[in-house]
């Protein structure tokens, strides 16, 4: 981390994280962490442990949260084009006014996941886990929706031309 930043036991501000610094921070604390315009860009973050963890105005560009446990993490204002979040489990994961277009969500466990405000276009749902899920006033333009379930899908205000 670098000294121009400001980190506490449980806030990290303005970092550009690696995968090595962040299993440091898991490791030395249980406490889930608030990160502020932190950068992710590129960073494979797959397998990690990031239950409850806030996520404001970050850059996640290209990462990979592969099978990461990413449950009743908040995520707001953030960037991930080209994410992937494949087969990672973000059951109450909320999302509010993020830009994830072209992002993998294939076989991840989206259970009462809330997006609220969010640019989706070209996303990969497919086979999803969705129980509970709630899309409110977001762009899925181009979605790739095949073999997920609406069954007890909240939808409120969508684009899905082409989806």
């Not at 989706?120 to 409110?136: H, I, K, M, R, W």
């Amino acid at each position: 981390m670098t000294n121009t930043a400001t980190a506490t036991a449980s806030a990290i501000t303005g970092e550009t994280l690696s995968r090595s610094q962040l299993e440091a921070l898991i490791a030395s604390t249980e406490a889930p962490f608030f990160f502020k315009e932190c950068d992710f860009n590129s960073v494979d973050l797959s397998r990690l442990a990031l239950r409850g963890c806030s996520f404001h105005s970050c850059s996640f560009v290209e990462a990979s949260f592969y099978s990461t446990d990413l449950s009743e993490t908040a995520w707001t204002g953030c960037r991930g084009r080209q994410t992937d979040f494949e087969s990672a489990t973000l059951m109450d994961a909320q999302f509010q006014a993020c830009d994830l277009n072209n992002t993998k969500w294939r076989r991840a466990k989206l259970s009462s996941a809330l997006f609220k405000e969010c640019k989706l276009t070209g996303a990969n749902f497919e086979e999803v886990a969705s129980l509970g899920l709630s899309f409110e006033d977001t762009l899925l333009v181009g979605a790739d929706l095949r073999k997920m379930s609406f069954r007890k899908i909240r939808l409120q205000q969508l684009d899905v031309s082409e989806a």
